[in-house]
């Protein structure tokens, strides 16, 4: 994984936004279905402080709902690189991601110089947005 591409304010040159919503009950059936799924899906560090709270559910469902908002800020469709690809740092009040060979490369490709992340959880519904920004311009002479 690379290093954290979180960013502490905005550079004002969006490059892609991502929008998603986890309903967190038919995602802890899925967990149950598929035991397996959750290491394929999510890294050792996402899930041990997932399993911090008393349930790990909602926390696990708010980092996949963030991975797919990933996936939508740089255009990609489901699976174009590993879920795993896409790590939530710090799931507290200033999430950041770690990316992987895969997203990586579409994010440098999209001139991807930083991430903002949000994700809360409301009810039975886990939200993530995620808004992908490009570095400053380049000066130009006069």
């Not at 991601?97 to 991430?115: I, K, Q, S, T």
């Given at each position: 994984?690379?290093?954290?591409?979180?960013?502490?304010?905005?550079?004002?040159?969006?490059?892609?936004?991502?929008?998603?919503?986890?309903?967190?009950?038919?995602?802890?059936?899925?967990?149950?279905?598929?035991?397996?799924?959750?290491?394929?899906?999510?890294?050792?560090?996402?899930?041990?402080?997932?399993?911090?709270?008393?349930?790990?559910?909602?926390?696990?469902?708010?980092?996949?709902?963030?991975?797919?908002?990933?996936?939508?800020?740089?255009?990609?469709?489901?699976?174009?690189?590993?879920?795993?690809?896409?790590?939530?740092?710090?799931?507290?009040?200033?999430?950041?991601?770690?990316?992987?060979?895969g997203a990586a490369r579409r994010a440098e490709?999209?001139?991807?110089?930083?991430?903002?992340?949000?994700?809360?959880?409301?009810?039975?519904?886990?939200?993530?947005?995620?808004?992908?920004?490009?570095?400053?311009?380049?000066?130009?002479?006069?």
């Amino acid at each position: 994984m690379s290093a954290p591409a979180g960013a502490i304010g905005s550079t004002g040159l969006l490059v892609g936004v991502g929008i998603d919503a986890v309903d967190i009950e038919r995602f802890r059936r899925v967990l149950r279905r598929r035991p397996g799924l959750a290491a394929r899906l999510f890294s050792d560090a996402e899930r041990a402080e997932a399993a911090a709270a008393a349930d790990p559910v909602p926390g696990l469902a708010a980092r996949f709902a963030v991975k797919e908002a990933v996936m939508k800020a740089l255009g990609t469709g489901l699976w174009a690189y590993p879920f795993s690809d896409v790590e939530v740092v710090g799931a507290g009040h200033r999430p950041t991601l770690c990316l992987g060979p895969g997203a990586a490369r579409r994010a440098e490709d999209l001139g991807v110089a930083g991430w903002l992340v949000s994700m809360t959880l409301e009810g039975p519904v886990a939200m993530a947005v995620v808004s992908a920004e490009a570095g400053a311009p380049e000066p130009r002479d006069r």
